[in-house]
T-cell receptor, first 111, second 115 residues
């Protein structure tokens, strides 16, 4: 089975940096996604990590350690619009390549 | 590019009726489409995976006779909620993936309310 854990809620201040962690225990791991989802909308793709290490993309960076079953999403220079739910999802190496999602972390950015 | 649409965006139906939700990939061929259900303040729960021209693969606990999935073409998949009940009220989201790619492109979702 798949087990994905991430904090339920986080709060941070505008302009600050926040790190959202995700741990997973899964069979057939292929890679790990991070998505952003605003209330009532569909998820939007942020990153996909397959290899260990940090990948930076603008204000957002994502890290993966396959041996530790651990990932984090780092958001820098927080803006109010970054208030959203952040979903960690594990991609399986099956033919369908389906993904299993964590319950998401609701981030609230305060002025 | 990589746009996925869903129709309708919102639907209200009476208990016992059936509702069809369409998912279309507008500018690419989707060899695989996924159907998810999302409860308030919860993450996406995968219901089924469908490949064009073949039967859908349902996740454990999802009733295939209640949630009928058809993936008749490389750009269209449909989810029919049969004999809907209030507990079927939810946000249903589809995603589409092109063969060989890892990224799923999500549709905007359909809010189903069963009264």
């Amino acid at each position: 089975g798949q087990n994905i854990d991430q904090p339920t809620e986080m709060t941070a201040t505008e302009g600050a940096i926040v790190q959202i962690n995700c741990t997973y225990q899964t069979s057939g791991f292929n890679g790990l996604f991070w998505y952003q989802q605003h209330a009532g909308e569909a998820p939007t793709f942020l990153s996909y990590n397959v290899l260990d290490g940090l990948e930076e993309k603008g204000r957002f960076s994502s890290f993966l350690s396959r041996s530790k079953g651990y990932s984090y999403l780092l958001l820098k220079e927080l803006q109010m619009k970054d208030s959203a739910s952040y979903l960690c999802a594990v991609s399986m190496n099956t033919n369908a390549g389906k993904s299993t999602f964590g319950d998401g972390t609701t981030l609230t950015v305060k002025p | 590019g990589a746009v996925v649409s869903q129709h309708p965006s919102r639907v209200i139906c009476k208990s016992g009726t059936s509702v069809k939700i369409e998912c279309r990939s507008l500018d690419f061929q989707a060899t695989t489409m996924f159907w998810y259900r999302q409860f308030p303040k919860k993450s996406l729960m995968l219901m089924a995976t469908s490949n064009e021209g073949s039967k859908a693969t349902y996740e454990q606990g999802v009733e295939k006779d209640k949630f009928l999935i058809n993936h008749a073409s490389l750009t269209l998949s449909t989810l029919t909620v049969t004999s809907a009940h209030p507990e079927d009220s939810s946000f249903y989201i589809c995603s589409a993936r092109s063969g060989g790619e890892y990224e799923q492109y999500f549709g905007p979702g359909t809010r189903l309310t069963v009264t």
